[in-house]
C-alpha cells in the first residue's frame, strides 16, 4: 500500500537524519517524538515501512520498540538526542532547543 504524501516525507526525512538507518537505542524516543505529531495508524505505517526495509531482526525490534513507546516515557535525554539529529536532517517537526545535550 502506498503510503500518503506526508508520510512518505516523514519517511524520507527519517532517512535523511538517519543515512546508516535509525540505531535500536532511537528507535522509542523516535516513536514518542512521532506520537506527538501522528495518529496511532500513522505512527504503524512508518514503523511497518521501517521494518519492511530492515533485515528481520530490525523489524522485530522496530515492532517491539513501538509497542514499548505506547507504554513507557522515554527520558528527555534521550528524545532531545533523536530530535536534534532529525532537525540536522531537515525534519521540520521537530525543532531544535537550544543547550540539552
Known amino acids: 500500500m502506498a503510503l500518503p504524501p506526508v508520510l512518505r516525507s516523514i519517511l524520507d526525512w527519517l532517512r535523511a537524519g538517519y543515512p546508516e538507518g535509525v540505531p535500536p537505542v532511537d528507535y522509542i524516543p523516535l516513536f514518542a517524538l512521532l506520537a506527538s505529531q501522528l495518529t ?3 505512527i504503524a505505517a512508518i514503523a ?9 531482526a530490525s ?8 509497542q514499548e513507546a505506547t507504554h513507557h516515557k522515554p527520558l ?3 528524545v532531545a538526542r533523536v530530535r536534534s539529529r532529525l532537525a540536522a536532517g531537515g525534519w521540520p517537526l521537530a525543532p531544535v532547543t537550544g543547550g540539552h545535550d
Open 48 to 56: 511497518d515501512e521501517l521494518a519492511a526495509a530492515s533485515d528481520p
Open 76 to 78: 528527555d535525554v534521550d
Open 40 to 42: 496511532d495508524e500513522d
Open 59 to 66: 523489524a522485530e525490534a522496530i515492532r517491539a520498540a513501538l
